[in-house]
Structures are given as C-alpha cells and as structure tokens.
Nanobody, 114 residues
Framework: QVQLVESGGGLVQTGGSLRLSCVVLKNFFREHTLAWYRQTPGKPRELIASIRPDSTSDYAVSVQGRFHISQDNAQNRVSLQMTKLTPEDTAVYYC????????WGQGTQVTVSP
C-alpha cells in the first residue's frame, strides 16, 4: 500500500511563492514518473507538473515558467516550487504518479489572496 503525504500549502498573497512537498511512503520511487495535481471544487483533478525518473519534467501551460517540480530520491520526496502565484492557483494540491496509480492522499490546500 502506497501512502502519499503532501504538505506545504497555506495562504499567500498574489505574487507570492510556496513550496509543496510530497513524501511517497514506499521505496520504488525511481520506477515511476511522479506528478502534482490540483483540484478546485466542481472541477476535475488537473495534472500540472510531472517528473520522470531521469528528472526531465513537463508542465501544464497554466503553470509553465512559474512552477518547478523536483525530486529527492534519497528521501522519496517530490517537491513543487510555486512562484508568481495568482488567485487562479487556489486549489487543493495532490501528488501521485502520472497515471494516478495510487490512492490519493489528503492533499494540501493552497489559497492565494488577491
């Protein structure tokens, strides 16, 4: 059973930054492409960033150039550095594989005030 533990969310003003962290509690980190998703009420979960085992990454257009995904294999951790935040980034953020292989964690709430 894989457990995903997200943290780092909070309240920030427009233009601010946050760093999210996700620990994947199972040691097969290097075999999967990991991803960050976000979800707002009434909308489907959206994949916004992914990172492959070779550390190459992809981003949704909405976050390209503002968000940066990274991974720490030694700590089974994937992080999301978010900059230039806007109210449109307000959502619950989740991590998972790029295929949403595992059960979802609790997520971490990010709220960006105008």
């Amino acid at each position: 059973q894989v457990q995903l533990v997200e943290s780092g969310g909070g309240l920030v003003q427009t233009g601010g930054s946050l760093r999210l962290s996700c620990v994947v509690l199972k040691n097969f980190f290097r075999e999967h492409t990991l991803a960050w998703y976000r979800q707002t009420p009434g909308k489907p979960r959206e994949l916004i960033a992914s990172i492959r085992p070779d550390s190459t990454s992809d981003y949704a257009v909405s976050v390209q150039g503002r968000f940066h995904i990274s991974q720490d294999n030694a700590q089974n951790r994937v992080s999301l550095q978010m900059t230039k935040l806007t109210p449109e980034d307000t959502a619950v953020y989740y991590c998972n594989s790029d295929r949403a292989t595992w059960s979802w964690g609790q997520g971490t709430q990010v709220t960006v005030s105008p």
